[in-house]
């Protein structure tokens, strides 16, 4: 289960999920409808489901006064649930970065800190938790011409430090598939671009990170509608995530046959790329083609 100290491996996007679905089972399990317990808080029905699925703050109140209703007397498991409301209300690391983080941006990253298994398909770009900082510098311009370079600076360095997961005694496990017209553009030109790829083949070294590469000569596959990460957790009430950016805004999907279907992808596109044992030498072959 995430441990719900608000440690490293969490985040308020995931505690809220994990109080939400906690009071669902308690609501549920003693007959309470969505009505009787918004009812109970001086709230609506929508706002009950909201906070179920975890997609509003709790206010410490309004959880206490659900327990009473749901029958929880224990008091140790009503402080449990208590303070996980607190913690749920407390800013992640990110929230330094609010004069650069787009609102809709946030929500990844509570998840992506809390995810157990990230699994990503990148079309245009190395994958953002294994850029260096060049390479993200370089990025990142693309996207903000008129960026100051300050601003800049700041957007790198929220890249860099959503990196630190990967580096934590208890890392996520990364399978990336990347597409080969990703590793052979030359975002921010030949010296970026080679250090991007050796630092690629250093990180396929560690045992959580893995590698695929869709070769040209592959055609056209099962995801040719774009990139996408599918996101899994190691608690099993929490649904996985499939999320899909956009210029200014994403798109995050729970619902079964959403998640059916590009998992079903996904997997085609683990078989359609080359073996994830092959992935230094196809860099070291793009180096020496490219950008030696």
Known sequence: MVPAEGGPATGPTVLRMLLGAQLRRLREGCGVTREGAGWEIRASESKISRMELGRVGFKERDVSDLLTLYGVKDPHERESLLKLARDANNPGWWHRYGDVLPTW???YLGLEAAAALIRSYEVQFVPGLLQTRDYARAVVSLGHRRATPDELDRRVDLRIQRQQLLHRPD????????????????????EVMRGQLTALIEATRAPHVRVQVIPFDAGG????GGAFTILRFGDQDLP???????????IYLDKREDLDFYAVAMERLCVEAEPPERTPQILTRIIDELYR
Do not use: M, N
């Open 221 to 224: 596959h099962a995801a040719a």
């Open 240 to 250: 996985d995530i499939v999320y899909i950016e956009q210029l200014t805004s994403a």
């Open 105 to 107: 941006f946030q929500s």
């Open 171 to 190: 890392p996520p496990q990364l399978w990336a598939v990347v597409d080969e017209a990703a590793l052979r553009r030359p975002i921010g030109g030949r």
